[in-house]
């Protein structure tokens, strides 16, 4: 597998740019793996970048049903950040983020990694008491910082509804650290990585059926055959229920969409990621000029990978509120993913009642930030059976046992997360 | 589904009327049952993929809690109705 460096560039580009070679195999399956891992997006790809590099497992296939980047990781608003409150939650997401700044160089393939930085606003005197509290936390955890009044925000962000009648823009709290991410690279990066580690990819390959003898996992039934395994982890968030319920096993979670959206090219207007802190909207530009943006999710259960369009109309008002300006400007495209929204809204990364199959899910819709670290923490808990000191607090049985990480604390209600 | 509902009160009505509850569980346990029945309550779900029927609340209409069969991969609602003839069936 060749290398990306301005060496081969130069060298690709006076052959005429014939010589390039597909940055994956396309291997049909073996009949045996020791590591099979359903689902080929973001967090299946980067556990078997990490399991095959960091840990040493070779002999690992991933198992996608569609092709890669077909799912949530090609779905979402490429955002990363580490502005956690929580103890069981920051050091996991700033773990994350700290692969992210070193993601390129690792698995040379450009992401574009962007850390333009990411301002939260806050428009009443609760919800500024409430961010420097997070803004505090997240500085005792030694995670970057800084809260902005209204007219340090007026110095970056001119063009936001600082007089909005009901939510005056009071300040923001910014992670300067944060940014976005090119979100298809990111798939291409781990895929390419990982490959070049022997690991098969396989595509088009659905998981029919769970072959089990007893309580061990035996094996996969899938469209391309029977393929058999020593141990079986599961990184498929948005079908998760329908993938545990081949083992007869219900999960803590409910599947919804949430859309995202792009409008025309514009000039350069937004430099940094906003998020609207009295609705839920949140708004980047482009490298290309398109805005990105997203808000709520559609809040019934769902598995069809689109929205409705009281939902689009919901995220244009939430948007129109913060930048007026917004109103001229139109939206090219909308796309929909579907979450798997958990009942405290954290995720889960465990092993299951069954002693060969492991389980990675519930990322509601924080899933992109997290996807090098929850990679990084699932290939940890594959190959050794205990969970990455960073993911202590993402147990299977934190429901039962009354430990909730609860970020945003209105409880066990998955469409409120 | 279209971003209509049919309220069997009054008929069809934008879907940004209603408040969604989400899945009919089972009924609630007992309060001295056991904890896992608790747990299976509060936090497991069946979440499955095509019918479901789940709780809608008309809050800007009639404010009756209604109950709609709906397919989770098509949107489509086969069946709405008012959420105390389903309890008077003894079915939610």
């Known amino acids: ?417 | 589904m279209s971003s209509l509902v049919k309220c069997p009160h009054c008929g069809l009505r934008p879907r940004e009327e209603f408040t969604i509850r989400g899945e009919v569980a089972a009924p609630r346990p007992d309060a001295g049952a056991d904890e896992a029945v608790w747990f299976d309550h509060v936090y497991l779900r069946d979440n499955p993929r095509g019918e479901n029927r789940e709780y809608w609340h008309h809050s800007g209409g009639c404010r009756r809690w209604l109950v709609l069969s709906r397919n989770t991969l098509t949107h489509e609602t086969s069946d709405v109705v008012d959420a105390s003839t389903l309890k008077a069936e003894g079915r939610a």
């Open chain 1, 1 to 417: 597998m060749m290398r990306y460096s301005a060496l081969s560039l130069l060298g690709n580009a006076f052959s005429k740019n014939k010589n390039w070679k597909p940055a994956w195999r396309n291997p049909d399956p073996k009949p045996h793996y020791d590591v099979i891992i359903i689902g080929g997006g973001g967090h299946g790809l980067a556990t078997a970048y990490y399991l095959s590099k960091v840990f040493g497992v070779r002999n690992v296939a991933v198992l996608e049903k569609g092709y890669l980047g077909s799912g949530n990781i090609g779905r979402n608003t490429t955002i990363i950040r580490s502005n956690y409150l929580l103890e069981g939650n920051n050091p996991f997401y700033e773990f994350s983020m700290k692969l992210w700044e070193g993601l390129e160089q690792d698995f040379n393939f450009n992401a574009m990694v962007s850390q333009r930085g990411v301002i939260n606003l806050f428009h009443s005197d609760a919800q500024r008491d409430a961010y420097t509290r997070r803004g505090n936390a997240m500085r005792l955890h030694g995670v970057d910082a800084e809260l902005l009044n209204r007219d340090q925000l007026r110095e970056k962000l001119p063009f936001l509804d600082y007089e909005n009648a009901r939510f005056p823009i009071m300040g923001g709290l910014m992670q300067a650290r944060g940014g976005t991410v090119r979100h298809d690279a990111v798939a291409w990066g781990f895929a390419r990585g990982a490959d070049r580690n022997s690991v098969d990819i396989i595509q088009n390959c659905e998981v029919t059926g769970i072959d089990r003898d007893g309580d061990q996992i035996t094996g996969v039934q899938t469209t391309r055959g029977a393929i058999r395994c020593n141990k079986l982890a599961m990184a498929v968030a948005g079908s998760s229920s329908h993938v545990a319920k081949m083992v007869d096993m219900r999960l803590p979670i409910e599947s919804h969409a949430l859309q995202a959206f792009v409008s025309e090219g514009l000039k350069p207007f937004i430099d940094t990621v906003v998020t609207f802190g009295a609705g839920h909207f949140y708004v980047s530009q482009s490298d290309k000029g398109g805005l990105v943006f997203g808000g709520d999710i559609e809040g019934y259960n769902s598995y069809a990978q689109r929205g409705n369009l009281a939902c689009v109309e919901h995220v244009a008002e939430a948007g129109m509120a913060m930048i007026p300006a917004l109103s001229r400007v139109r939206i090219l495209r909308s796309w929909g993913g579907i979450m798997d929204m958990s009942m405290d809204g954290s995720p889960i990364m465990d092993r299951t009642h069954l002693s060969n199959l492991y389980f990675n899910g519930g990322w509601c819709y924080g899933g992109f930030k997290a996807t090098p670290a929850s990679g990084y923490c699932f290939a940890h808990l594959l190959a050794t059976d205990a969970p990455h000191e960073t993911a202590t607090a993402f147990r299977m049985d934190r429901f039962a046992r009354g430990y909730l990480l609860d970020e945003k604390g209105v409880g066990a209600q998955a469409n409120l997360h």
